[in-house]
């Protein structure tokens, strides 16, 4: 055997071993719970946080996450993320949302990503992400909108759910389509870095063409403007040409965020 064939057989191994690993995920079911990223500190990689409610769901940058107990789906995986380096571990994010929106995609028409953490349809949050480190480990919490019809009115607005869309599934289906394909996509990540799963991402990008706005809340003051090239090859959004990473940058833009179902 060739070097180039001991190493696609090497990397063929690592990448088995890394699916292996995800798809026996071990479940740790709550009741209640304030927050299952908050519940899955401590926890061991390849667990799996779900509550039916949680007092405390937490957004990005401080905003809270609002879900009908019982109704929607709130979970926390332990991932590790000790062999990467910060730059690779940054990009985790945008491995879930991809997830997140496979797990949807035969389901849903028009799901897209708007970079750097949601999973919208028609310009509307299905799912949200918020990913923390943990030590080695990353706790990547997703928040689904399942079975909820009636939201809040700060995010009546800005908010769907798979049965608004005309998709019957329970939370378990939910959890279930996310976990698999949470399993796929992680371990396509890990073993492939985000350049393996760059193209499908760009292919649901919502931002790319548009024109944006992006916020940093970090202490940057200077917001970047300017027509929007994409989430690139490294995880950062192009913005007039600018490099912006994830971080605490919150991208906005004016007009419709939806592709339109085929
Ligand atoms: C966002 O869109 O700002 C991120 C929302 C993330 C919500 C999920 S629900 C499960 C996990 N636990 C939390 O407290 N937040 C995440």
């Not at 479940?27 to 990689?45: F, K, M, W």
């Not at 019982?70 to 997830?99: F, H, K, Y």
């Not at 998709?167 to 890990?190: F, G, H, Q």
């Amino acid at each position: 055997m060739n070097e180039s064939a001991v190493r696609r057989h090497v990397r063929r191994a690592a990448f088995l071993f890394d699916a292996m690993q995800f798809a026996g995920w071990r479940i740790v079911r709550l009741d209640e719970t304030e927050s299952t990223n908050d519940a899955a500190r401590g926890g061991r990689a390849g667990e799996v946080y779900v509550a039916r409610r949680q007092t405390a769901g937490r957004g990005r940058i401080g905003h809270r996450w609002l879900a009908e107990p019982g109704a929607n789906l709130t979970m926390s995986a332990v991932i590790d993320v000790s062999g990467l380096d910060a730059q690779a571990a940054a990009t985790l994010p945008l491995a879930v949302g991809l997830a997140v929106a496979e797990a949807f995609d035969g389901a849903v028409a028009g799901i897209g990503l708007k970079w750097p953490n949601d999973v919208l349809v028609a310009g509307r949050k299905l799912a949200g992400i918020l990913c923390e480190r943990d030590g080695g480990n990353a706790i990547a919490g997703i928040g689904v909108n399942v079975r909820q019809t009636r939201f809040a009115p700060e995010i009546a607005g800005r908010a769907v759910s798979l049965a608004r869309l005309g998709v019957s599934m329970t939370v378990e289906e939910a959890l279930d389509a996310t976990l698999a394909s949470l399993a796929r996509v992680a371990a396509e990540w890990k073993d492939g870095g985000f350049a393996a799963i760059w193209p499908r991402i760009a292919a649901l990008d919502l931002l790319k063409g548009k024109f944006v706005r992006v916020v940093q809340t970090d202490g940057d003051e200077s917001p970047a403007e300017g027509l929007c090239g994409g989430v690139a090859e490294d995880g950062s959004l192009d913005v007039g040409g600018r490099k912006i990473w994830a971080g605490e940058a919150i991208a906005r833009h004016v007009g419709f965020y939806g592709r339109m179902p085929p």
